[in-house]
């Protein structure tokens, strides 16, 4: 197949190499360098999709960033991508993409009808239909919509590509690698700086690239290519092409994405596929440059319509022609420059300049190559539906508010210049005031906020000698400051051609009698008829006709559309556009995907997983696991085919008659030392610790200043001026940094550390009625008899050979005790407690047995201590002294919390003694009352009973202290049970606590 | 991100760092009486202000020490940062 618009020669693309691609299904030719967009053009491909709203025939409008139409889903190695703009997509072989808001297809589209029933969908269309029916909405707006509009299809798949993040840190960072980057970039080099450069696009020199000019007797892009080679030898410089700086925070701190592999038909071994970068910046310069903005006509929408500079581009940087037949449309000097390019191909354009009489050197230039031009002319309507056919051209008068007799030209495309607009989203971002620049009718950047310079046609200034030779001096003046160098670089001639001032016309009134849709957002189908109702209906501040009419709000946020919209509210509201002022510009710049901002950190590398040192064993014995927070813990230890109730049953009850093991390691562990150590726990905990004597635990719990309980857990006095605390494997964390803040902010004078050790000690818990044989037979030279080694005592043994702290402290409720030893040891002491442990019939015991066991003793943890409740709430103001101060203790005296009827935990079970109730479960008093029924309480944890062998709850009950016997019922709307039940004591098992003490 | 001068360690990342709210909350002592009006002003009562505010932040993922921050709330923009015994002139 020929590429019947690609020219004999020229373009920077590489013709040896020849790429097959697919577009809709037919296969296509283009070139290395090619994007999809110029490979397509090139085959005479215009039609590439369908609109947002109305679904009309849309074609290439830009050659860049800025394109609002040809967003395409593209397919690669087996991955599918949505939200790609052709115009940036760059070519490789074996590309497929197809065209989205199409159904069933591009060239017969369904929702094109849209189109002719447009007067039922005018702006705001999306905000009233939310408004109708909601039935109707889900059942027939939703559908249809959801099907036919959308920019893609988000793949359901795994995504196999990996995204990467990276932190750096430089003097100065260059947005951008046009002519003001590159000359800022190369004098801060020169002067020693920490320089990065990012460009957006693959090649670099921004508009040298297409610009008839000379630097220092070169081209603009020779000129270009030697500073980049240069720099790129440069030790303290980064050039990156592909890479787009999108968002500009606090600080300055930059974020840029570099597509890494977007270019290749699959991303290289040991790849990523997208890099995000996260740029601490001394300095920036932002030398983003400046997007052509179109002027608005009659069907300025239809495939063919583009702006002029893409037109040149296309043709000096691909070797395309979008036409053979072209109409220039201008008001300014830049429309002559695409079609002097056209004439030097052989192509003749039709100039039309809204202009009566300019003068210029292009102009001139234009005219000594015979180029058609035609003075105070413009286009009133282009012609054709899914190609431009045919323009409807005029003149115009001077006030522009006359058109002359219509005439209609033949066409097949109208390349279109309505002046420049300054790229200032980054400068914007960054917390600067931009100001209306009269001369240019455009928004430039003001007076800076953060770190950072915005240079050449980003700041309004597109003379090329200008920007040149402010770009070299803030180049050099910005890295002097930094790097004390002042190395002097000769700023090189500069020959360009002179331009004369563009015209203030931005919009082609309509012929009397027609009613063609003029369009400013190409991509939302925002026409000027719609800014007019908005502005009809009442909107007034540009932020709010944004929003109702959705003008700026697509994925291209408005690039080309955002100063002709103001320009339109201006002129209807007669307000200059100041004082319409811009609606804000957030990052992202540009869209990114959502895997580079995820980065590395998906699937099971979405958090750390930590792991005690006994875990292999856990997995070589059956271990099911369960996240614990960052944990992984055994949940019970599979044996043939049981489930998780029939394990942990079994496990729960060789704990309550032989003896069982649990790996506690991360539980919470502090070290405390200092002098003052006991005063510190004195004031955390509610109860009191003045008097724990050495060798001795004591179980505490802490509140925070609210009253509310933050945490519980023991703490052993270890020696005169050294504890060991131990917290919730939740809130090991926040106690630290809670114990942190007390002492080193509100009572610095107390002489303590505390350091974390959690992951130095490696736990286990032995429970059961023979635990203490079980240790007896582990530590054979240590009295670890009821006298030996009292309930709440330690001692420190030999397990083998390990050193070894031994706490008797219970979370069952049985004989228990807590064996710790460094945690490299672990797994030996493990191994031990097991095979030592086999006489007595040990039996690893996880975390569901765990809660077996303290719920149906009536042990508080995590469920109950859930924020929200006091210490009276689970049965521990006996902790709480009355005679000390502790942190929250002033918080118990609120009324609420003294009230008579204050919740309380309470124990639960089903008048069945069958039904388990599921947690979270509404306590009521009549399960038949209207809704809302009134809560008396909930359920906070249920277990099977071992001990009974019937379901067991604990719940926080309203007046749960005078509620024991009474009978009300558990309602789960979310598992749809109705469960009546009986409310029994918290303690369910061994209320007077005589096991622990056995 | 903000950038924030840790008086021990230097110029860090916000992702360092937890935030602590208002420095300029004193406790009150303990074991003296205190009027509901000035627990609650302790406990609940913040003022959301709009611009230089004092605040802690903690240098969890550094040297874990709590440090006051002198800060913008509008602008973001940090004046000052203090070591957690350094009195605020
Ligand atoms: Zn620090």
């Known amino acids: ?489 000769a700023i090189p001639n500069v020959v360009e051609k002179k331009s004369s001032q563009h015209d203030k016309f931005w919009c082609v009134p309509l012929p009397k009698g027609k009613n063609y849709k003029r369009f400013l957002d190409f991509q939302n189908d925002v026409a000027v008829s719609d800014i007019e109702i908005a502005l009809r209906e009442g909107y007034r501040s540009i932020e709010h006709v944004k929003r109702y009419t959705t003008l700026g709000m697509a994925t291209d946020q408005g690039k080309t559309s955002n100063l002709n919209g103001l320009q339109l509210v201006s002129e209807i509201e007669n307000k200059v556009v100041p004082a319409v002022g811009h609606t804000t510009f957030r990052p992202p710049y540009t869209p990114v995907s959502i895997g580079a901002i995820v980065g590395r950190e998906v699937g099971k590398h979405s958090k750390p997983t930590r792991k005690s040192p006994m875990h292999s064993w856990h997995e070589k014995n059956n271990a099911v696991f369960v996240d614990a927070g960052v944990w992984l813990r055994p949940r019970y230890y599979r044996r043939g085919n049981e489930n998780l109730f029939e394990g942990s049953k079994r496990e729960a009850k060789n704990v309550r008659t032989n003896v069982g093991v649990c790996d506690v390691t991360t539980l919470g562990k502090i070290d405390i030392k200092g002098p003052d150590a006991a005063e510190l726990l004195n004031r955390v905990y509610t109860n009191s610790w003045l008097k724990l004597p050495v060798g001795k635990a004591r179980y505490g719990v802490m509140l925070r200043e609210d009253g509310i309980v933050m945490d519980d857990g023991t703490t052993t006095r270890i020696s005169e001026n050294h504890y060991h605390m131990t917290t919730t494997t939740a809130q090991a964390a926040n106690v630290l940094s809670h114990l942190e803040y007390y002492l080193q902010l509100v009572w610095p004078e107390l002489n303590v550390n505390v350091v974390s050790t959690t992951e130095q000690w490696a736990g286990a818990a032995i429970a059961g009625p023979k635990s203490r044989d079980l240790l007896q037979k582990l530590f054979p030279n240590s009295d670890v008899s009821n006298g030996g080694l009292p309930f709440m005592g330690y001692m420190e043994g030999d397990l083998f050979g390990v050193k070894a702290r031994i706490y008797r402290i219970s979370f069952s409720g049985e004989l228990a005790y807590e064996v710790n030893v460094e945690s490299d040891y672990g797994n030996f002491m493990w191994e031990k407690i097991i095979e030592v442990g086999e006489e007595f019939n040990i039996q690893p015991y996880g975390t569901e047995a765990l809660s077996t066991l303290r719920i149906e003793m009536g042990h508080v943890a995590g469920s109950e201590l859930d924020g929200r409740t006091i210490p009276f709430d689970n049965a521990l103001e006996g902790l709480v002294s009355k005679k000390k101060d502790f942190i929250g203790k002033r918080s118990l005296q609120r009324s609420a919390f003294i009230a008579e009827d204050r919740q309380r935990i309470v124990g639960v079970v089903p008048l069945d003694k069958q039904t388990s109730i599921p947690e979270g479960s509404h306590l009521v008093k009549d399960d038949k009352a209207p809704l809302p029924n009134p809560k008396l309480g909930h359920i906070s944890a249920s277990c099977w009973s071992v001990e009974y062998d019937n379901p067991f709850s604990l719940a926080i009950l309203k007046d749960g202290k005078n509620m024991i016997g009474q009978k009300l019922f558990a309602m789960s709307p979310l598992k749809n049970k109705v469960i009546p039940v009986e409310i029994v004591s918290s303690h369910y098992v061994d209320p007077k606590g005589e096991r622990v003490r056995s | 991100m903000l950038y924030i001068n840790c008086p021990h360690c230097g110029m860090r990342s916000q992702n360092e760092f937890s935030y602590g709210g208002d420095a300029s909350v004193k406790r009150p002592e303990l074991n003296k009486e205190v009027s509901d009006q000035e627990w609650d002003d302790f406990v609940y009562n913040r003022k959301s202000l709009r611009g230089k505010h004092l605040e802690l932040w903690q240098h969890i993922s550094g040297c874990r020490q709590w440090i006051k921050v002198e800060r913008d709330t509008a602008t973001h923009e940090i004046f000052r940062t203090f070591k957690a015994d350094e009195e605020v002139a």
């Open chain 1, 1 to 489: 197949m020929t590429q019947a618009f690609r020219i004999e020669n020229g373009g920077l693309i590489n013709r040896e190499k020849k790429l097959s691609f697919k577009f809709n299904g037919k296969t296509y030719f283009g070139y290395e360098g090619d994007t999809l967009a110029s490979a397509l053009l090139a085959n005479g491909v215009h039609l590439v999709g369908r609109s947002f709203k109305y679904h009309r025939p849309r074609g290439f409008f830009g050659a860049g960033v800025d394109e609002p139409y040809a967003v395409v889903q593209l397919y690669r190695n087996g991955e599918t991508e949505p939200n790609i703009k052709a115009t940036e997509q760059e070519l490789f072989e074996g590309l497929e993409a197809k065209s989205v808001n199409c159904w069933p297809s591009v060239n017969f589209d369904i929702g094109a009808i849209n189109n002719f029933l447009r007067i039922f969908l005018p702006a705001g269309f999306y905000y009233k239909t939310f408004m109708w029916p909601k039935s109707f909405w889900y059942r027939i707006y939703e559908p249809f919509i959801r099907k036919a509009a959308g920019l893609g299809v988000a793949s359901t798949k795994h995504d196999n590509e990996r995204y990467e993040h990276k932190y750096e840190y430089c003097d100065l960072l260059i947005a951008g690698s046009g002519p003001s980057g590159l000359a800022g970039a190369y004098a801060a080099a020169k002067n020693g700086a920490k320089v990065i450069l990012a460009e957006d696009k693959p090649r670099f020199g921004g508009s040298l690239l297409t610009s008839d000019v000379n630097i220092g007797n070169q081209s603009g892009k020779d000129w270009a290519d030697g500073i980049v080679a240069e720099l790129k030898t440069m030790p303290n410089v980064v050039v990156k092409n592909r890479s787009q700086i999108f968002g500009y925070y606090d600080h300055n701190m930059l974020v840029m994405s570099e597509k890494v592999s977007d270019h290749l038909p699959s991303t290289k071994k040991y790849h990523p596929n997208k890099r995000l970068w996260y740029i601490r910046a001394k300095e920036v310069l932002i030398s983003s440059g400046s997007i052509e903005r179109p002027i608005v006509f009659g069907n300025n929408d239809t495939p063919g319509v583009m702006l002029s500079s893409a037109a040149k581009e296309y043709l000096k940087v691909y070797g395309v022609l979008v036409g053979r037949k072209p109409l220039v449309f201008t008001n300014n000097d830049s429309g002559y420059e695409t079609a002097i390019e056209f004439k030097k191909h052989g192509v003749d354009p039709v100039v039309l300049d809204s202009r009566k009489n300019p003068v210029s050197e292009i102009i001139d230039e234009a005219k000594n190559l015979g180029i058609n031009i035609k003075n105070s002319y413009v286009v009133v309507a282009a012609q054709g539906y899914k190609k431009v056919k045919s323009a409807d051209i005029a003149s115009i008068s001077e006030d522009k508010k006359q058109l002359g007799k219509i005439e209609n030209v033949q066409c097949d495309c109208i390349c279109v210049s309505g002046f420049w607009t300054p790229t200032i989203h980054l400068a914007s971002q960054s917390g600067n005031k931009t100001k209306f620049k009269e001369e240019i009718d455009a928004f430039v950047p003001g007076q800076s906020k953060q770190n950072e310079i915005t240079l050449g046609a980003a700041n309004g200034v597109f003379s090329l000698e200008e920007t040149l030779k402010t770009s070299f001096t803030a180049g050099s003046e910005l890295s002097k400051k930094i790097t004390e160098n002042d190395n002097k670089i």
